[in-house]
């Protein structure tokens, strides 16, 4: 079953969110929540308490002046904390849980440079967690739909195109990676999807990282996880690691 997202796409909702007081929606906005809200449940799964989650921070515990190692962050510096600035699933100062079903991928989010240690730490689930799963849309460019939905002798658009336009746009927004600049409403639109999605019931996020190719293997890879409740997640192993070599290949945009 589809549900009619009409025109309603992301990025109009995003940019409405952008230009407007984010606690009075306009039309199109309520629109586009309503159409997401009511179609959400076909990504409903559950997160297995054998399923491990990586977290990683930058840095690690010393002794003395001379800078020796001693070991991971404990538990309290490694779970987030109410010191939390803005993120893709969180306000600012309402921490959530960011991690990664592999250690590479969870390390590699941190966005690390050559020489740096990473403490990572491994978090095991008290009892299955029902997830809302954005690792499966496929990329569907919504450019692509809106064209065949003005241009003359084009075939017509179905209803579920749109809506698969409109999940694949919301996947790749909870991937977009987060820097230290990026200004605070650029996380609007997935704040307030996450707050939707917790109104339902979810109680995280799996979603791919913006460092894979978006048809890579998932058990080769990893993808990332958004727990909203952390509290009672078990560490089962720490550990510090150094930076050793990052891989970088580009290629110019340029004719």
Same mark, same amino acid.
């Given at each position: 079953?589809?549900?009619d ?16 007081n ?9 629109s ?8 959400a ?14 977290r *990683?921070?930058?840095g690690?515990?010393y002794?003395? $002046?001379?800078?020796? !190692?001693?070991?991971?962050?404990? @538990? /309290?510096r ?10 893709r699933?969180?306000?600012?100062g ?22 740096q ?17 954005l ?14 939905s ?22 790749g927004?909870? *991937? ?7 200004? $605070?409403?650029?996380? !609007?639109?997935?704040?307030?999807? @996450? /707050?939707?999605f ?16 978006c ?23 720490s ?7 990052l891989?970088?290949r ?6």
């Amino acid at each position: 079953m589809s549900y009619d997202f009409g025109f309603c796409c992301f990025g109009r909702f995003e940019s409405g969110l952008r230009s407007n007081n984010e606690h009075i929606f306009d039309l199109h906005t309520t629109s586009f929540l309503d159409a997401v809200g009511k179609s959400a449940e076909q990504f409903s799964r559950q997160l297995e308490i054998d399923v491990p989650l990586h977290r *990683a921070q930058h840095g690690c515990d010393y002794v003395g $002046p001379d800078g020796v !190692l001693v070991n991971c962050f404990n @538990t /309290e510096r490694m779970l987030p904390n109410d010191r939390v600035g803005d993120g893709r699933a969180n306000k600012k100062g309402k921490p959530v849980f960011y991690g990664a079903t592999l250690e590479k991928l969870a390390i590699q989010e941190t966005r690390p440079w050559i020489g740096q240690h990473v403490s990572v730490a491994v978090y095991q689930l008290e009892r299955p967690r029902r997830i809302l799963d954005l690792t499966s849309p496929a990329f569907v460019p919504v450019t692509e739909v809106l064209h065949r939905s003005f241009g003359k002798g084009q075939s017509p658009v179905e209803s579920v195109e749109y809506e698969r336009a409109a999940w694949s746009d919301i996947a790749g927004a909870f *991937a977009t990676p987060v820097t230290r600049g990026d200004d $605070p409403r650029d996380y !609007l639109a997935t704040q307030v999807l @996450t /707050e939707l999605f917790r109104s339902q019931g979810f109680e995280g996020l799996a979603f791919r990282s913006s460092l894979n190719q978006c048809d890579a293997d998932l058990d080769k890879v990893g993808y990332n996880v958004v727990l909203f409740d952390y509290e009672n997640l078990l560490e089962t192993s720490s550990k510090v690691v150094e930076i050793l070599q990052l891989d970088l290949r580009y290629k110019s945009t340029l004719a």
